[in-house]
Structure formats: structure tokens, C-alpha cells
């Protein structure tokens, strides 16, 4: 028996259309199940997760790892690990630390991150993508901005030295207790929350603070590792909590942290901080009596365009390119206590104070800061990726006209420039 078929331009026309609309007949059905108890059907589950393969693996292919970056840098370490334990264990577990069992019936379930060879399966550009930008219907979020590499990266250092990790090593990074159990700090409990508030702040905020900063202020791990926070103006701590809270000053670590409080908590937290004993070398002081509104502002250059089109100056002004530490440290010097008038540069200390005494308690004391963190902001702010507190847009016309340099050249002199907690 034979079968024909006469094929029509109007029945090919309404085969196509048929195709078309089948995929939409079926959802609009509602066979297709969406619930996660029902878990994937094993083809669909396989090909989602080669989609998000390939994904990653060609979008990654843009990424750029940076020179200074070294991944096993235990500094670096140290700067994801508290994040880590806020953001990420709850899903993906840690040494000692187990899944949520609410995580558990997730679909596709987060896998833990610390066994299986689940990191191995990855180069270091693609978990920088995968953290950075986030999976899409997986419950894996992007970070809280995409102006901040520098964190992303220190991300990837923690997760390439975490399947490593042993559950003693692990408390000790992410959660500040020692191998023998006890807080370096604080008491925790497994979870990591502090078993304990300070001044009557919530133990959950001062557990997320203590995690980096330590409950002094003066930053947990190695030397370094953190800003210093110990003695900060009140004034200037509490207005750039409350930016992190707005999301007008962009960090990841800090968005998150700042983010789960209301300003009351925030307050006390700055006064916590504050008064933390700190001091700069020598005659520093305390300013923070003197008025924000009578202190001095910076004058505002009427053109803040780069100098380097218009005039014919050597990357590091007047002194030339640095070519030992001497040099730079020299260099970094002169921009701190007078500036770089023929770049528009003005004297770092004419806001910041010299001998770490700030002249306005809105305004960061800089000195014993580390280098690497006042780099990144003078970039940030060259890059115009730099929020912050009302008197943020101060320092914009300043770092846009500064060289490489001139920004590692500052950076390092208020890192040479030690802060100590008063006994030591």
C-alpha cells in the first residue's frame, strides 16, 4: 500500500505554525511540572548544565587575570573567607560545615564546593565569571557589583585554596576560632554568629564585622589583609556604612554586610569602631570634636580633564619615575604633604591630616593603611567607579589627573606611615 502526500504551500505553511505553537500548547498545559521536589528529567537536567558549561567556558575567555594577582597570596585568602562563610556556606557548605537540609531540595542543588574535585573543574578565569556574574535559574547569585574585579578575584583565591582547607583551618580564616576551638575574638557559634553582642549591638553584626576586622578594628589575618577601621572618625564610619547600605558606595563584601541593617545598628557599630584604641605615630590626636561644616574643604579645580594632553610633564611630575623604593617612598611623600600643583594634585594632608590627624571627621585618616586598598580606590575613583559618602566627589578631580606611579607612590608612604593599637 502506498501513501501520498500532496504537499501544498498552505499545509507546509500550517505544519510550521503547528511546530511553532506546540512548545507553547505544552507549558500553557500545564504538564510540564516547575516543582522543585520533582527534580530534572535526566536529559533535560544534562543539558541545562552543558548549556551553562559552555557559557561559561567562551564568555570566561574575556577575562583577564591581573599581573599583581597572585591567587595564593594568604592575604588575599583571607579577604574572601569571610564572605564566604556569610554568603556562601549556607548553600554550598565548608570543611566542617554542612548544607542547609532547606538547601538540600533545591533545584539544581548547590554543590559543595569543598569535595568532589568541584573546583578542579574549573580554570581561574571561569570562576571569576561565575562569581562575578552568577548563574541564571540556578539560585547562584551575581556579585552585588560589577565595578569591584579586585574582591572578585580574592573570591577565587579562597575558593582555589578551600577544598584544602581542613574544618580547623577553615574556623580559623572564615569564623576567627582558633584549632583549638576557642574565638580568637569573640564567641562563635557554628554557625559563626557571635554568642555575644558589644555595647548592645546584635551579635549577628558583630559577628559579620569581627570575621574581617576583628573586633578591634584592626583586621584579622595577615598583616595587611584589611583596612584599618580602629579610630576612624565616628562621623566618617557611620556615613559610609549607610553608603554600603544605599548601595552608593560599591563593594560586595561590605553591600551585603551593611545591607542587613537598619542605621540604628549602623550607629552604634561606627561608635564601636571609633572607639577602638588606635593612634598614629607620635603627636596624632583625636579632631573629631571639630565641626564637619566649619572644617575646610578642598578646593575644587574648575577643570578636571587629565593634564596630559596639555602639558609635557614626566609621569611622576617634577622628580621623574621612581626607580627603587627610596625614590618612591620620596615621591609619595611630596604628594602628601604638598601635592603636585602643576598636575592639579593637591596635598593629601591638607584634608587627611598629617600624623594621621583628620581636619574634618567626615574625612578617612590614612596613615598605616595598606597600600594595595588605597590603591584600589584612587583607581576606583579614576575610573569613576567610586561612590560614597557626601564628600566622595572630592577626590575625583584629584585621582583622575594622577599617574600609576603617583597613586603606588602615595599608596605606599601612608602604609609606611605605621598605626598601632596604643600598648603595643
Not at 548553600?91 to 564546593?113: K, N, Y
Not at 583565591?157 to 583551618?169: C, G, I, V, Y
Not at 556615613?239 to 554586610?257: D, E, I, P, V
Amino acid at each position: 500500500m502506498k501513501l501520498s502526500v500532496n504537499l501544498t504551500r498552505r499545509r507546509v505553511v500550517a505544519a510550521i505554525v503547528l511546530v511553532a505553537l506546540a512548545p507553547f500548547a505544552l507549558a500553557a498545559s500545564g504538564l510540564v511540572s516547575i516543582g522543585a521536589s520533582s527534580g530534572h528529567f535526566a536529559p533535560v537536567g544534562w543539558f541545562l548544565h552543558w548549556t551553562m558549561q559552555q557559557t561559561v567556558s567562551r564568555r570566561s575567555w574575556l577575562v583577564e587575570e591581573p599581573d599583581d594577582v597572585d591567587l595564593s597570596d594568604a592575604a588575599l585568602i583571607q579577604r574572601g573567607s569571610g564572605h564566604f562563610a556569610t554568603g556562601c556556606a549556607p548553600c554550598h557548605a565548608a570543611p566542617g560545615v554542612r548544607q542547609s537540609e532547606v538547601v538540600e531540595h533545591m533545584t539544581p542543588m548547590p554543590p559543595q564546593l569543598h569535595v568532589g574535585g568541584r573546583i578542579a573543574e574549573w580554570t581561574d578565569r571561569e570562576l571569576f565569571w561565575i562569581v562575578q556574574h552568577g548563574i541564571k535559574y540556578s539560585g547562584m547569585p551575581a556579585w552585588p557589583t560589577q565595578e569591584r574585579p579586585d574582591e572578585v578575584w580574592s573570591m577565587v583565591a579562597f575558593l582555589r585554596a578551600l577544598p584544602d582547607m581542613t574544618p580547623e583551618r577553615y574556623r580559623d580564616l572564615a569564623l576567627g576560632i582558633d584549632a583549638g576551638g576557642a574565638p580568637d575574638e569573640i564567641d562563635m557559634e557554628a554557625g559563626g554568629e557571635a554568642l555575644g553582642g558589644l555595647d548592645g549591638i546584635p551579635r549577628e553584626a558583630v559577628a559579620d564585622c569581627a570575621r574581617c576586622h576583628g573586633t578591634d578594628g584592626m583586621g584579622r589575618g595577615p598583616k595587611g589583609a584589611f583596612p584599618i577601621i580602629a579610630g576612624q572618625p565616628q562621623a566618617y564610619l557611620a556615613a559610609t556604612l549607610k553608603a554600603y547600605q544605599m548601595g552608593t558606595r560599591q563593594s560586595g563584601y561590605m553591600q551585603s554586610a551593611a545591607g542587613r541593617y537598619d542605621d540604628a545598628v549602623l550607629e552604634r557599630l561606627a561608635a564601636h569602631y571609633a572607639g577602638q584604641p588606635a593612634r598614629a605615630p607620635e603627636d596624632a590626636a583625636v579632631s573629631d570634636a571639630a565641626e564637619a561644616d566649619s572644617a575646610p574643604e578642598p578646593a575644587r579645580p574648575s577643570d578636571t580633564r587629565p593634564l596630559t594632553e596639555v602639558f609635557d610633564i614626566d609621569p611622576a611630575a617634577a622628580t621623574g619615575v621612581p626607580v627603587d623604593r627610596d625614590e618612591t617612598l620620596a615621591l609619595g611623600r611630596r604628594i602628601a604633604e604638598t601635592g603636585l600643583p602643576e598636575r592639579k594634585i593637591a596635598a593629601c594632608d591638607s584634608c587627611h591630616g598629617p600624623g594621621g590627624i583628620a581636619r574634618n571627621p567626615h574625612f578617612p585618616r590614612l596613615d598605616g593603611q595598606p597600600a594595595w586598598y588605597l590603591e584600589t580606590h584612587l583607581e576606583l575613583w579614576k575610573e569613576d567607579h567610586r561612590g560614597g559618602t557626601r564628600f566622595a566627589h572630592l577626590m575625583a578631580p584629584i585621582a583622575i589627573n594622577m599617574t600609576p606611579e603617583q597613586i603606588e607612590a602615595v599608596s605606599l608612604w601612608y602604609e609606611s606611615r605605621n598605626v598601632r593599637p596604643v600598648g603595643e
